[in-house]
């Protein structure tokens, strides 16, 4: 069955350090999200990206973040200068198509820790 | 504005006891809603979603969820609890032209045996 799945499971990173983390959508997909979960709080949505832009993105997608696609099966995040506040497990997920009762498939996760 | 509330961060049922876990949401239009299970290690997977098309709606793994708009609560329910339902449990919702989920807090169901 296919899968989302995000390299590497978990992260170590020293504040002020870029990050990228990486994940490989479902192939007949072309929707993509990123979500984070800081630890003991909600799901929160960071990003979708369709058709190579950003379609949506909220509060706490800031100018230290970014996604590409950078071929054909990759979609990354950049987190360009970390924070210890960006500690967080971060989710992928991707969808064939948008709105209504469309499922979204998520990966495992990525956990950074920021020192 | 959109919110799921799941009370309770953790349940503890013994094997063969019934499973209820609670979420509720706020939405100022028509919600979709979802739960996802998420076992150790694993990502999300989809155990059930709300569509209107009918107000008890099915899912795997014996689960179910009935959406109760007077209520707005949409509960996940199972007769008889598995010791391998131990996972965590998330319910979503989506609303309008955004595709974006709001998730509640997740909770944590443990079995006993």
């Known amino acids: 069955e296919p899968e989302v799945t995000q390299t590497p499971s978990h992260q170590v990173t020293q504040m002020g350090q870029e990050v990228i983390l990486r994940c490989v959508p479902i192939s007949n997909h072309l929707y993509f999200y990123w979500y984070r979960q800081i630890l003991g709080q909600k799901v929160e949505f960071l990003v979708s990206f369709y058709n190579n832009e950003i379609s949506e993105k909220s509060e706490i997608f800031d100018d230290q973040f970014s996604v590409e696609r950078p071929d054909g099966s990759n979609f990354t995040l950049k987190i360009r200068s970390t924070k210890l506040e960006d500690s967080a497990m971060y989710f992928c997920?991707?969808?064939?198509?948008?709105?209504?009762?469309?499922?979204?498939?998520f990966g495992p996760g990525t956990r950074l820790t920021v020192l | 504005a959109q919110s799921v509330t799941q009370l309770g961060s953790h349940v503890s049922v013994s094997e063969g006891a019934l499973v209820l876990l609670r979420c509720n949401y706020s939405?100022?239009?028509?919600?979709?809603l979802f739960w996802y299970v998420q076992y150790p290690n694993q990502g999300l997977q989809l155990l059930l979603k709300?569509?209107?098309?009918?107000?008890l709606v099915k899912g795997i793994n014996g689960f179910e969820a009935e959406f109760k708009k007077s209520e707005t609560s949409f509960h996940l329910t199972k007769p008889s609890a598995h010791m391998s339902d131990a996972a965590e449990y998330f319910c979503a919702v989506r609303v309008g032209n955004f595709n974006k989920f709001y998730f509640g807090s997740g909770t944590k169901l443990n079995v006993k045996p």
């Open positions: 939405s100022s239009v028509p919600p979709y």
């Open positions: 997920a991707s969808s064939e198509l948008v709105g209504g009762a469309v499922e979204q498939f």
């Open positions: 709300y569509t209107s098309a009918a107000t």
